[in-house]
């Protein structure tokens, strides 16, 4: 899952970042207001870590609730969880009136932080379910435990997390070029030839077909991906 780490304290938000690595989230900073309003305009996240006041690249003040309001005349989705040492009532209601699903306030522990994450990524994208079936296939959301009709099913790390990413989009088309931003972010130039991306999907396809799964995942040619549920043909 990719999240965005809107926060000025560079060793506070890198903390942050190394944290949520660990629990298999693809993070990109944003230090100010004018770097973290670009992103928000020109990609998708499942999850952003919002602070309220923050600097902008002429000296002054921004304000994370003007993203916040940027964000609803988007009409955007993104999941948004407020962090802020600001622990005002007023502060709180206003987020969470502009649309943020949550809020945390600093000083903060990283596990509940993480916590807080998946849960608005539960709700956002699985309607608040731990558990996605799909036919014999199912999905742990919160034990990362993948299991078939016959028994569990070794992923690896990407293999888990590209699952996981058709399972949000059941019966809609991804593209190549979704796949790798959503599960490599930034690390990957999407000028780049993304044949590993084959190598994945194979290697996922094969293993849910040896546990007894249905293979779901469909080439929709000329367009990307589908996985595919119930779907009438």
């Not at 190394?18 to 990609?43: G, H």
């Not at 558990?131 to 028994?151: C, E, P």
């Not at 019966?171 to 000028?191: F, P, R, S, Y």
Request: aromatic share 8%; hydrophobic share 40%.
């Amino acid at each position: 899952m990719k999240l965005l780490v809107i926060e000025d304290q560079m060793e506070l938000s890198r903390s942050i970042c190394a944290y949520l690595k660990k629990d298999n989230f693809i993070c990109e900073p944003a230090y100010n207001f004018n770097d973290a309003m670009e992103r928000i305009q020109t990609k998708n996240y499942d999850c952003i870590l919002l602070d309220i006041s923050l600097p902008m690249t002429n000296g002054q003040m921004g304000n994370g609730l003007q993203i916040l309001n940027e964000l609803k005349e988007m009409g955007k989705v993104d999941g948004v969880l407020i962090i802020s040492a600001k622990n005002s009532l007023n502060d709180k209601l206003e987020g969470l009136n502009l649309g943020a699903d949550d809020y945390l306030s600093k000083p903060f522990h990283l596990p509940e932080l993480s916590a807080r994450i998946n849960a608005i990524i539960r709700r956002k994208s699985f309607e608040g379910k731990n558990k996605i079936m799909a036919g014999d296939l199912v999905i742990h959301l919160q034990d990362k435990i993948v299991k078939g009709k016959n028994g569990e099913i070794d992923l690896t790390r990407k293999e888990y997390e590209l699952l996981v990413y058709f399972a949000s989009n059941i019966n809609k088309v991804v593209t190549k070029e979704a796949i790798v931003e959503h599960l490599w972010g930034e690390q990957i130039d999407l000028n780049d030839n993304h044949d590993f991306i084959y190598t994945h999907l194979k290697n996922l396809r094969k293993k849910l077909v040896l546990a007894g799964c249905a293979d779901n995942i469909k080439v929709v040619y000329g367009m990307g991906y589908k996985f595919t549920v119930n779907e009438q043909p």
